[in-house]
T-cell receptor, first 111, second 113 residues
Framework: GQNIDQPTEMTATEGAIVQINCTYQ??????LFWYQQHAGEAPTFLSY????GLEEKGRFSSFLSRSKGYSYLLLKELQMKDSASYLC????????????FGKGTSLLVTP | DAGVTQSPTHLIKTRGQHVTLRCSPI?????VSWYQQVLGQGPQFIFQ???????GRGNFPDRFSARQFPNYSSELNVNALLLGDSALYLC????????????FGQGTRLTVV
């Protein structure tokens, strides 16, 4: 994706908390999405942020700072089933608001 | 209620051939987008349609084309296939495209040999 940066891989322990960071280009920015993708499956929606601040949804929370071009996804009480790829995607005014994905962060949850 | 459906699920084609991939959006959704996902990478945007009009195009060659029909279903066409076109092709539907949650189909796995 165009200037979407997120770590390639992360490992965390079951029951722990993990934070996946994402940075994007602020010029033309509209909103920020997080998707989860298990191997061999379609991406599924997790969150959408357009305003600064934290959005909480159960075990998952997402944060956005528009001025810093920064977002993170916070996963609490990790479960083995959370092992997946987490995709950060922005939407931009200059590209018809289509999802512009990063390469994804592969999260491995270990016992 | 059915989700986004794509057909076929798997396809093997020879270099130089043409392929048509199909997508039916969720009932009531007027926007359809197409993405290409190579193994180990995030999906790359190809096209977006809303109300049968093209609203956006990604950085793909003219061999790639698409259209949206009056019932909001969509086709993605790829001509003169190259080995590098081998990928998972994902279709996503949403209510109105911009700033609305996109629901993805299971994708079509295209292998070019």
């Amino acid at each position: 994706g165009q200037n979407i940066d997120q770590p390639t891989e992360m490992t965390a322990t079951e029951g722990a908390i993990v934070q996946i960071n994402c940075t994007y280009q602020t010029s033309g920015f509209n909103g920020l999405f997080w998707y989860q993708q298990h191997a061999g499956e379609a991406p599924t929606f997790l969150s959408y942020n357009v305003l600064d601040g934290l959005e909480e949804k159960g075990r998952f929370s997402s944060f956005l700072s528009r001025s810093k071009g920064y977002s993170y996804l916070l996963l609490k009480e990790l479960q083995m089933k959370d092992s997946a790829s987490y995709l950060c995607a922005d939407t931009r005014r200059d590209s018809g608001y289509a999802l512009n994905f990063g390469k994804g962060t592969s999260l491995l949850v270990t016992p | 209620d059915a989700g986004v459906t794509q057909s076929p699920t798997h396809l093997i084609k020879t270099r130089g051939q043409h392929v048509t991939l199909r997508c039916s959006p969720i009932s009531g959704h007027k926007s359809v987008s197409w993405y290409q996902q190579v193994l180990g990478q995030g999906p790359q945007f190809i096209f977006q349609y809303y109300e049968k009009e093209e609203r956006g195009r990604g950085n793909f060659p003219d061999r790639f084309s698409a259209r949206q029909f009056p019932n909001y279903s969509s086709e993605l066409n790829v001509n003169a296939l190259l080995l590098g076109d081998s990928a998972l092709y994902l279709c996503a539907s949403s209510l109105w495209g911009a700033n609305s949650e996109a629901f993805f189909g299971q994708g079509t796995r295209l292998t070019v040999v």
